[in-house]
C-alpha cells in the first residue's frame, strides 16, 4: 500500500498554544468537505521547500464529526529535519499545501467496557480525537496527560471541553510522580490502554501492563516514530536498478523517494509494517516498534522509513 494521491488544501488559521506548539487548521483548497476520518487518525502532509520534498504524518485533534477542517497540533522541535520548523516558520495562514486522505493506525476497541487512555507531551494528539468520540458514545474513560510544569495550562485549556464529569488529569511532576503501576492495577476487568508519547513512556506502559497481567492485545501504542539519523550510507535498490545515497539527517524512505521511486508506506513512524522491504545484503539498524525480536535478529526485513544501514552499504529488493 502506498500514501493516497494527495489532494490541495488550504490553511484556514494558525493559533500559538506555547512557544513551541502551533494548531494549524486546514479546508479544503477548492471547497465541499473533507472525509469523516477516524477517531486516533492521521493525514500526511506533502511539504515542498524549493526542491525538498518531505513527508510528514500528523494525529488529527479536531472532532471526527468535524468535516468543514481538519486540525493538527505541531510541536517544534530543536532537532528538526526539516518538518516542524517549515510548519513553524515557513507556512502562513491562506497557504495551499497537499494533504493524504486520513487513516488510523490506533483504533478505539469496540469491546472495551472502559478506556484509559494515557499522554505524553505531543502524544496527546491523537488521544483528543478520541475524546469527542468517547463521550458520543457515552462510553467510560479515563484520561492521564503527562506534561512538563510550564505546558501544564496548555493541556488542561485544550482538554477542558471534555473535562465535564469526566476523570481527566493533567500531570506535571514527572514520570517519578506518576504513579503508573497504581494507575493500571486498579482498572476494571475489561479496560483498554492507550498510549502515546515519548518511547519510554509507551515502553514502561507496555512493560507494566505486561507485569500485571494485562493481555497483549489490551495495550495500544501509537509510536510517532524515535531519530532516524546516523551516519551517511549507500542503498542499492535491486528492482529499481540504482543506487540512493542517505544522508546523515535523512531517512532511506526519503532518499528513495528524492530518486523518484515509489515505495510502501503509511505511518512513516516505524509502527504500522507497511514500509517493510527485504533486505538481500547488509545488516539493518532497527528502529521500528513493528518487527518481532525475531524478525529484527532474523536480518531479513528493513522498516525503511525510520531503519538504517550498521555499515556503508545495504541492498534491498524494491
Known amino acids: ?48 521547500d524549493g526542491a525538498r ?24 522541535v530543536a532537532q528538526s529535519r526539516g518538518g516542524s520548523s517549515f510548519l513553524h516558520r515557513r507556512v502562513a495562514a491562506g497557504d495551499v499545501l497537499e494533504m493524504a486522505n486520513p487513516v488510523s493506525l490506533f483504533p478505539l476497541a469496540s469491546t472495551a467496557k472502559k478506556h484509559l487512555l494515557i499522554g ?21 474513560f479515563e484520561l492521564h496527560q503527562l506534561a512538563t510544569l510550564e505546558e501544564v495550562p496548555v493541556f488542561e485549556r485544550l482538554l477542558a471541553p471534555y473535562a465535564a464529569g469526566e476523570e481527566i488529569r493533567v500531570h506535571g511532576g ?20 492507550y498510549v502515546c508519547g515519548p518511547h519510554s513512556l509507551m515502553d514502561a506502559v507496555a512493560s507494566t501492563a505486561a507485569a500485571l497481567g494485562w493481555p497483549k492485545g489490551k495495550v495500544h501504542k501509537e509510536s510517532f ?27 532511506l524512505l526519503e532518499a528513495i523517494e528524492a530518486a523518484g521511486v515509489e515505495a510502501p508506506c503509511l505511518c512513516r513512524g516505524g509502527a504500522c509494517g507497511q514500509c517493510a522491504t527485504s533486505l538481500v545484503e547488509g545488516e539493518a539498524d ?30 534491498i529488493d524494491l
Open 120 to 140: 505524553g507531551g505531543i502524544g496527546i494528539t491523537p488521544l483528543l480525537s478520541f475524546l469527542p468520540e468517547l463521550k458520543a458514545r457515552g462510553a467510560r
Open 174 to 193: 514527572g514520570r517519578a510522580a506518576f504513579d503508573l503501576a497504581g494507575l493500571l492495577a486498579r482498572q476494571p476487568l475489561g479496560t483498554h490502554v
Open 286 to 315: 532497527h528502529r521500528d516498534d513493528f518487527l518481532s525480536a525475531e524478525e529484527k535478529a532474523a536480518g531479513t526485513l528493513i522498516m525503511t522509513c525510520v531503519s538504517r544501514a550498521r555499515g556503508p552499504r545495504i541492498v
Open 1 to 48: 500500500m502506498t500514501a493516497a494521491q494527495p489532494f490541495s488544501v488550504r490553511v484556514r488559521e494558525i493559533v500559538e498554544l506555547a512557544p513551541s506548539l502551533k494548531r494549524f487548521s486546514f479546508e479544503p483548497a477548492h471547497g465541499g468537505a473533507f472525509p469523516t476520518p477516524p477517531a486516533g487518525g492521521h493525514v500526511l502532509l506533502t511539504l515542498r
Open 53 to 76: 520534498v518531505m513527508k510528514n504524518a500528523y494525529s488529527l485533534v479536531s472532532p471526527p464529526s468535524e468535516r468543514a477542517r481538519y486540525d493538527i497540533i505541531v510541536r517544534l
Open 225 to 251: 516514530g524515535g531519530d532516524v539519523t546516523g551516519l551517511p550510507f549507500r542503498a542499492v535498490l535491486r528492482k529499481s536498478g540504482i543506487e540512493v545515497e542517505v544522508g546523515e539527517s535523512q531517512s
